[in-house]
């Protein structure tokens, strides 16, 4: 991005002269982040992306608040992101928190001139939905994906939006959304372990807390039940190693337990992580001893 002619990182000495002096001659976009704000560094390919469609008639100011608190001070900024645009020198709209990017080119069209329509790949919003997700915020992710499918359906994407409806526990609308994928062959893996997610959940919406039920098994170990059912919560809550390990101490105690769930429930997580992923390539070796 620095390498764009159109954006720039601004500090409290340069913030006058590269947003306030350029801003009579054409719209600034001044982008408030920080290095930790994890919805930051997924806004910031969206930012950079509209910028780079406009060819010049509008430019993006970053400003990393961690090292310019004091543009943080002046302008009030109370939350990260910030987006802020500048015009004729000085600020005429703005919005906090991430946003798609049909929202903050709606936001911009009364102000810029009309830009060359260019849709942003789909790699790039595949990036930032990832970002939105690792940093738990699936329902900003949820808003990305919606105006990029709208403009053209895309599995890949279509996976990632199955994804953050489970992590938001719409789990019936995930369900919708693995059924319209429309390569299931091409799919096949990643599918699967959506569906093994969508089941965890579900199930665990129904069992008690983790809390609860660590209590019961501190109380009493034999507790099948509650084993199994804080594995759940715990694939629920992506703590995979932790339920792997627990399944696994259940079938060495109670192995038939509930119509061999244990068995099944490690072998679908290890679809869900993938069968190349370490824990999956660790624990099949590990059931497999158990078994054989």
Known sequence: MSQSPYIFDV???????????????????????AEWCAPCKALMPVLANITESYAGELLLAKVNCDEQAA?????????LPTVVLFK???PVDGFAGIQPESAIRGMLEPHVAEPATEPQPAEDTAAAVEALLEAGQPEQAIALLQPALAEHSDDALLLLL????????????AETVLTSIQDQE???????GLRAALGFARQASEFPASALLAERLQNNPEDS???YQLAIQQLAGQQHQAALEGLLRLMQRDRGYADNSPQRTLLQT??????????????????????Y
């Not at 340069?14 to 976009?29: C, G, M, R």
């Open 162 to 173: 199955a994804r953050a409806l489970i992590a938001s526990a719409q789990h019936d609308d």
């Open 270 to 291: 290890f679809e869900l992580l993938g069968n190349d992923h370490p824990l999956s390539i660790s624990y099949r070796r590990k059931l497999y001893q158990l078994l």
């Open 71 to 79: 543009l943080s001070e002046r302008f009030g900024i109370r939350s």
């Open 225 to 227: 039940e509650a084993a």
């Open 186 to 192: 091409s799919h096949k893996q990643g599918i699967a």
């Open 11 to 33: 500090s409290t000495e340069t913030f006058d002269q590269y947003v306030i002096e350029n801003s009579h001659h054409k719209p600034v976009l001044v982008d408030f982040w």
């Open 88 to 90: 004729d020198g000085q």
